[in-house]
Each structure stands twice: as structure tokens, then as C-alpha cells.
């Protein structure tokens, strides 16, 4: 099973920030580094430094690391129209040689889009089935000829379809809970389907849907990685646990009933029983990313027992 850092830089993270995770993630020994992509804080506390951009964060990662896996958890089609989305990914792909992967969502943080003036529709479903149409059309449109679209949304006309990632395909991660669309969706475009913040029997019921979904339309499920991810907060004692459960302002009482928590040994429980409902990655929720420490606890003391 793999084991992937997943950070909220928009609560409070510079870049240089960000860079000592994903450089000390690559270090210990984990399979990925993935962030979200909002540009507004979520609830009270120091908004400063303020947000940094997604895929220019991933840009200048992908130059200072060599070997971890680097993306988005996910991206919101409000933001970025597909075609340039497209070009962004596939060169951030070629400066990283091959390592990005694309999660792409809907979008839902209405006050975010109120607070820098992007459109919000309240029907986004439709936005995101086109813009995977356009880039996975604009990735594998191959090399001389062009690319049209026409939708709803979107219109395309003799698009050159370039540049090309290095990765073909790079992975394209959908996720969510949704018992009909976002399965049916993943099963057409995705290389992987991700589930997040869930129980144990919601994430089982959750995949065997997503498996259902690919069957429908006559695609192997073994094709498509199923993976969770969890906010994690891992302390070797109890006065730690309390205190890193503070800085991420997590309710002490309820924080276990879903997330990866408490000793390693109960951490390492949790993932095991993750492996067993089929998850084979696991993104671990970091919210506090200056704790370097967190993060080394458990490379140490749980990585070895889940690979």
C-alpha cells in the first residue's frame, strides 16, 4: 500500500513551507505529496501568509524533488478553463519527469469564489464531465493533428493539443461519495477514485459502487486504483496527541471516530483494515505541516508495518 502527505496550505502555509514537507516527505520514504487547491482560509485563525497557488506550488516541487509522486487533491473546475489546465499539468509533468497526477473536482467553497470574484455556478456537475473531456481529448489527440470540442460549457476549434505530458496518461483522480454520477464518471476518465473523511463501512460500500460502475460500461475494476484519504494526527503520548490535535483545532472527543489517530499502533491498525476494504494508497491528512516532527513519527514508527 502506498502512503501519500496531503496538505490545506491555504490554513496558514507559505512556500517555503510547503517545500520543507515535501522535501522532508521524499526523504522519509513516502510515495507522494498532494495539496489542496483553495485560496481562501477555512474557518477563524491567522489567514497570513495567505494562499499560494496550486500548480505554480507543484512547479517549483517538481524541480527540488526527484522521486515522490506530486498533485492535486483535488483541483476545482471553477477555477482554471481546461485547456489551460491541460498545458499547466502536462508541463508541470515534464519538469517533474513524469511525476503529476490530476485530481479534478467541482468545486465547493462558495465563499472562496465570492471572495476573489470567480463564477460559482450552482450546477457544476456538467463543467466537470467537459473538462475531462477536454483534457484527456487534448492529452491523447495525438501529435499533428487537432483537437475540437463543442459543449455546453466549452467550445474548441483546431486546438494543436500541446504540449504532451510525459506521462501517458497522467492520472487523472475523481473522487467523492456520490452514489451514481462521480462513480460513473471515475469508471470513464479516471485512474484512480479516492474517497475522504468517511467511515470504514461508507468507504467499503463507496468502492464496491465505483467497481459496479466500471463493470457498466465494460471496464476491468482492477484498473481503476481505489484509495482514502484521512486527516491523521499520530503522537507517541497522550500530552502530544492533545497538543497536535489543538493546532489543527480537532474535537479530542470525536477526532478518532473516523481518522487515523492515537499511537502508531492504532494508526497502523487503521490502515491495515483500509488495505483490507481495498484501499491500495492512503493519503494522510497533515494539516499542521510545520510539524516536521509528525511527519517523521511516523515514518519511523508506521510506515514500515503498511507496505
Given at each position: 500500500m502506498e502512503i501519500c502527505i496531503f496538505t490545506e496550505p491555504q490554513q496558514g502555509a507559505s512556500y517555503e513551507e510547503q517545500l520543507a514537507q515535501a522535501t522532508a516527505t521524499e526523504r522519509l520514504g513516502f510515495d507522494g505529496w498532494f495539496r489542496s487547491d483553495h485560496f481562501l482560509r477555512m474557518g477563524d485563525g491567522d489567514p497570513l501568509p495567505g494562499p499560494t497557488d496550486a500548480w505554480i506550488t507543484l512547479a517549483g516541487l517538481a524541480r527540488e524533488t526527484r522521486r515522490i509522486r506530486l498533485g492535486t487533491l483535488v483541483s476545482s473546475a471553477t477555477f482554471r478553463h481546461p485547456s489551460l489546465l491541460a498545458i499547466q499539468v502536462a508541463q508541470v509533468d515534464a519538469m517533474s519527469e513524469g511525476r503529476v497526477e490530476l485530481g479534478l473536482g467541482t468545486g465547493w467553497f462558495a465563499e472562496e469564489h465570492e471572495a476573489y470574484g470567480i463564477p460559482f455556478p450552482s450546477k457544476r456537475f456538467g463543467i466537470l464531465e467537459e473538462q475531462l473531456e477536454i483534457v484527456a481529448g487534448l492529452w491523447s489527440t495525438p501529435v499533428g493533428d487537432s483537437f475540437d470540442f463543442a459543449g455546453e460549457h466549452y467550445s474548441l476549434e483546431r486546438s494543436p493539443a500541446l504540449p504532451k505530458p510525459v506521462q501517458s496518461p497522467v492520472p487523472i483522480i475523481i473522487g467523492g461519495a456520490g452514489p451514481r454520477r462521480t462513480p460513473a464518471l471515475a469508471a470513464r476518465f479516471a485512474s484512480e477514485?479516492?474517497?475522504?473523511?468517511?467511515?470504514?463501512?461508507?468507504?467499503?460500500?463507496?468502492?464496491?459502487?465505483?467497481?459496479?460502475?466500471?463493470?457498466?460500461?465494460?471496464?476491468?475494476?482492477?484498473?481503476?486504483?481505489?484509495?482514502?484519504?484521512?486527516?491523521?494526527?499520530?503522537?507517541?503520548?497522550?500530552?502530544?496527541?492533545?497538543?497536535?490535535?489543538?493546532?489543527?483545532?480537532?474535537?479530542?472527543?470525536?477526532?478518532?471516530?473516523?481518522?487515523?489517530?492515537?499511537?502508531?499502533?492504532?494508526?497502523?491498525?487503521?490502515?491495515?483494515?483500509?488495505?483490507?476494504?481495498?484501499?491500495?494508497?492512503?493519503?494522510?491528512?497533515?494539516?499542521?505541516?510545520r510539524d516536521l516532527e509528525h511527519l517523521e513519527l511516523i515514518a519511523a514508527e508506521v510506515l514500515p508495518h503498511v507496505r
Open positions: 477514485f479516492n474517497i475522504g473523511f468517511r467511515s470504514e463501512d461508507t468507504v467499503a460500500a463507496t468502492f464496491e459502487g465505483v467497481r459496479r460502475a466500471c463493470e457498466e460500461i465494460g471496464r476491468d475494476p482492477e484498473t481503476l486504483r481505489t484509495t482514502v484519504a484521512l486527516p491523521t494526527v499520530v503522537a507517541s503520548d497522550e500530552a502530544s496527541y492533545l497538543r497536535r490535535l489543538e493546532a489543527i483545532g480537532a474535537d479530542a472527543d470525536t477526532f478518532a471516530e473516523v481518522n487515523v489517530a492515537g499511537s502508531p499502533d492504532a494508526a497502523v491498525e487503521k490502515l491495515l483494515r483500509l488495505r483490507e476494504l481495498g484501499a491500495d494508497r492512503v493519503y494522510l491528512q497533515l494539516v499542521d505541516l
